[in-house]
């Protein structure tokens, strides 16, 4: 089964509780408005900065039901995080053993996964601020954008944001926190089912999960 208690169980709990503002900041990028957009893309600094203010005005505009948010914040994550290189980089060597259908479904099934996992939380913002504090260059040209949480429960927690240029725009396709990277967390949760029984096994899993979180969504819980 997907997150089942383990040794490493603890540690992605807190990973994920660590990630709620960060997640939730970086799925805000964009809600301005597409037509606002200047003529050159942004840096990959850039886009963590602007999404930073345009997310925490979101949070803290009271007139927003959890459901306005939550339909917001998902729209834009289709558009600014790279989905599909996500995709190929939790599967890893897996990907090949996918028929062209199954690479489709996962990557539909994976999307709404990580929208259950953490829309739920988008009630739980406390006043937290993200403080963008720098860069660095990674291999294959991607660029790695350096940020920490001020204030909360989880001041002081470095959230670092992996984006790679496509398409003369740069898109997340890796969120790091406290040196836990997301890709790798569900990998390793991932290998295990596929290890069990195979691609089939793993998208049954999915599907499962998704419209269980679906039903609490729908009910406000």
């Known amino acids: 089964m997907i997150c089942t208690t383990s040794k490493k169980t603890t540690r992605r709990t807190e990973t994920r509780r660590w990630a709620t503002l960060a997640l939730t900041a970086l799925l805000g990028a964009g809600i301005a408005g597409e037509d606002g957009r200047a003529a050159a893309e942004p840096g990959p600094r850039e886009v963590i900065e602007q999404t930073v203010e345009e997310v925490l005005a979101v949070l803290r505009n009271s007139a927003l039901s959890q459901g306005d948010r939550r339909a917001a914040i998902e729209a834009i994550a289709y558009e600014r995080f790279d989905f599909t290189t996500m995709s190929k980089l939790?599967?890893?060597?897996?990907?090949?053993?996918?028929?062209?259908?199954?690479?489709d479904e996962f990557l539909r099934e994976f999307k709404d996964y990580l929208a259950n996992s953490y829309g739920d939380r988008i009630d739980?913002?406390?006043?937290?601020?993200?403080?963008?504090?720098?860069?660095?260059?990674?291999?294959?040209?991607?660029?790695?954008?350096?940020?920490?949480?001020?204030?909360?429960?989880?001041?002081?927690?470095?959230?670092?944001?992996?984006l790679r240029g496509r398409t003369g725009r740069w898109l997340?396709?890796?969120?790091?926190?406290?040196?836990?990277?997301?890709?790798?967390?569900?990998?390793?949760?991932?290998?295990?089912?596929?290890?069990?029984g195979g691609p089939d096994h793993l998208l049954v899993q999915l599907r499962e999960k998704n419209a269980s979180g679906a039903v609490t969504a729908s009910n406000g819980g």
């Open 124 to 162: 739980r913002y406390e006043q937290e601020e993200v403080e963008v504090v720098g860069q660095r260059e990674e291999p294959r040209g991607d660029v790695t954008v350096q940020t920490r949480i001020v204030g909360g429960e989880n001041a002081g927690a470095i959230v670092d944001y992996r």
């Open 172 to 196: 997340v396709i890796d969120v790091v926190v406290e040196g836990i990277s997301l890709v790798s967390n569900y990998r390793d949760q991932f290998r295990e089912v596929l290890n069990n």
């Open 90 to 103: 939790v599967l890893a060597r897996n990907w090949k053993r996918f028929s062209a259908e199954q690479r």
